[in-house]
């Protein structure tokens, strides 16, 4: 079982990868704070564009968070908020508790992807592991596919 602590410092490795609003990784990394993005429609003199707007996890997250981690052994850093066509997903970016991973995560990561946990709030049963492409928007962090 590998340490909390040494999680925490592979997820705010993981956490630098990305333009991130400098809080979202101090809070992480000081309080142990997780935040999530979900997508806005921004619209500046009739140009619109997506980005990421960025929120302290909510309660029903905090619960979901809390059972994955203590599930899986893992440590979850940031939430990924999407609506679907196929439901509302919460997608959490962790660290595992299988360190000979990290580096094939780290390479994920500069290729902006993600191996994630997508839980499927609308759809439990449709909850998966898998890849997802991400990009940063807006001081946090937007799925792409």
Not at 5 to 26: G, P, Q, T
Not at 53 to 62: G, I, R
Request: proline share 2%.
């Amino acid at each position: 079982m590998i340490p909390i602590e040494e999680k925490k410092v592979e997820a705010v490795k993981r956490l630098n990868y990305f333009d991130l609003h400098s809080d979202v990784i101090r809070q992480f990394e000081d309080d142990s704070i997780v935040f999530y993005t979900e997508r806005s429609l921004l619209n500046v003199n009739q140009n619109k564009r997506v980005i990421g707007v960025l929120y302290h996890v909510t309660e029903e997250m905090k619960t979901l968070i809390e059972s994955f981690q203590q599930e899986y052994s893992a440590l979850v850093y940031h939430v990924v908020k999407t609506n679907t066509e196929f439901g509302l997903l919460y997608d959490f970016m962790y660290v595992s508790n299988h360190s000979e991973e990290w580096p094939d995560d780290h390479e994920d990561l500069k290729n902006n992807t993600a191996f994630v946990y997508c839980n499927n709030i609308s759809d439990p049963h449709c909850s998966e592991y898998g890849t997802i492409a991400i990009q940063a928007s807006g001081g946090g962090l937007i799925r792409i596919s």
